[in-house]
């Protein structure tokens, strides 16, 4: 299931984990947990009227390299709540994203939106971490696990209190994030096997997924056009990184994608 770019950050990605998990043990972090400030819910930002924006904190990526330097994802993550975004996600994959729990953590203290722990989720120990750094909202990627794992890392979350942002990029991940019973379905235009993006991708898969799940477009967003496009397409929320990161004035970047309508 994950070849080619994927499967190597996967890869890279167990082996972070297992050494964090040398240090805080699963039974470690269920016990955290009783000190976190309860989960925020997104949903009725998303589901009122008007697109909605998740605004990332990404410093770099595999296909494009540096994208910019944050050198206090505090500060920026309050200039997206100003600006009025929905959720903030914060990127904590390192070795090709250069993230990290720290930046999360930085984030939680310095702002009260929804937050979601953008990483490579491949096991219920990265859930529980998220949660407990103070995350609201998980990434799962149906390209990245298979139908069982997907199903015992939703329900962990739904168990948290949390929610999971389920993530397509074709059409049997749509149907397989559909038959779970994704409320929030995330279609990522970006391949993560070939890491171009197509832009007709959410246009594509959108159709598949019913109208009462709040459907997300990701990646390839830079203005208030494409957030036009993609919410006549049927999205009510829109992830955006590049467009935001590199913004000078990423306040006003963000309220000018939000409550966009038809
Ligand atoms: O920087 P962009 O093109 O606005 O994309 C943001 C987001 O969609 C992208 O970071 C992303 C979507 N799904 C992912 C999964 C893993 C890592 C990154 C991603």
Same mark, same amino acid.
């Not at 998220?130 to 998980?138: H, K």
């Not at 997907?150 to 999971?164: C, N, Q, S």
């Not at 197509?198 to 997300?216: E, M, Q, S, Y």
């Given at each position: 299931m994950s070849e080619g770019v994927l499967g190597e950050i996967i890869a890279g990605v167990r082996i972070d984990l297992e050494e964090r998990r040398a240090g805080v043990s699963e039974a470690d972090l269920r016990a955290a947990l009783a000190d976190v400030d309860p989960p925020r819910d997104p949903m009725p930002h998303f589901r009122a009227a008007g697109s909605s924006v998740i605004a990332e904190v990404k410093r770099r990526s595999p296909s494009k390299g540096a994208l910019a330097d944050i050198p206090d994802p505090a500060v920026l993550a309050r200039?997206?709540?100003?600006?009025?975004? =929905?959720?903030i996600s914060v990127l904590t994959e390192q070795r090709r994203f250069g993230g990290s729990l720290a930046d999360l953590r930085a984030v939680r203290a310095a702002v009260d939106v929804p937050l979601l722990r953008k990483d490579f989720t491949?096991?219920?120990?990265? @859930?529980? &971490?998220?949660?407990?750094?103070?995350?609201?909202?998980?990434?799962?990627m149906c390209s990245?696990?298979?139908d069982d794992s997907l199903r015992a890392?939703?329900?962990?979350?739904?168990?948290?209190?949390?929610?999971?942002?389920?993530?397509?990029?074709?059409?049997? &991940?749509?149907?397989?994030?559909?038959?779970?019973?994704?409320?929030?379905?995330?279609v990522n235009a970006r391949n993560l096997k070939t890491l171009t993006v197509?832009?007709?991708?959410?246009?594509?898969?959108?159709p598949g997924i019913p109208d009462d799940r709040v459907k997300v477009a990701?990646? =390839?967003?830079? =203005?208030?056009?494409?957030?036009?496009r993609v919410v006549?397409?049927?999205a009510r929320v829109v992830l955006v990184g590049e467009a935001? @990161?590199?913004?000078?004035?990423? &306040?006003?970047?963000?309220?000018s994608m939000t409550g966009v309508t038809q």
């Amino acid at each position: 299931m994950s070849e080619g770019v994927l499967g190597e950050i996967i890869a890279g990605v167990r082996i972070d984990l297992e050494e964090r998990r040398a240090g805080v043990s699963e039974a470690d972090l269920r016990a955290a947990l009783a000190d976190v400030d309860p989960p925020r819910d997104p949903m009725p930002h998303f589901r009122a009227a008007g697109s909605s924006v998740i605004a990332e904190v990404k410093r770099r990526s595999p296909s494009k390299g540096a994208l910019a330097d944050i050198p206090d994802p505090a500060v920026l993550a309050r200039a997206y709540a100003r600006g009025g975004a =929905g959720a903030i996600s914060v990127l904590t994959e390192q070795r090709r994203f250069g993230g990290s729990l720290a930046d999360l953590r930085a984030v939680r203290a310095a702002v009260d939106v929804p937050l979601l722990r953008k990483d490579f989720t491949v096991e219920p120990y990265q @859930v529980l &971490e998220a949660r407990a750094a103070g995350a609201d909202l998980v990434l799962l990627m149906c390209s990245a696990l298979d139908d069982d794992s997907l199903r015992a890392l939703y329900e962990l979350t739904r168990e948290l209190g949390m929610r999971a942002l389920v993530e397509v990029h074709d059409e049997t &991940e749509t149907e397989r994030a559909v038959a779970l019973g994704a409320e929030l379905v995330g279609v990522n235009a970006r391949n993560l096997k070939t890491l171009t993006v197509d832009g007709d991708t959410f246009a594509r898969l959108a159709p598949g997924i019913p109208d009462d799940r709040v459907k997300v477009a990701e990646s =390839g967003i830079f =203005g208030a056009a494409d957030v036009a496009r993609v919410v006549a397409e049927g999205a009510r929320v829109v992830l955006v990184g590049e467009a935001l @990161v590199k913004d000078g004035d990423p &306040e006003s970047a963000v309220r000018s994608m939000t409550g966009v309508t038809q």
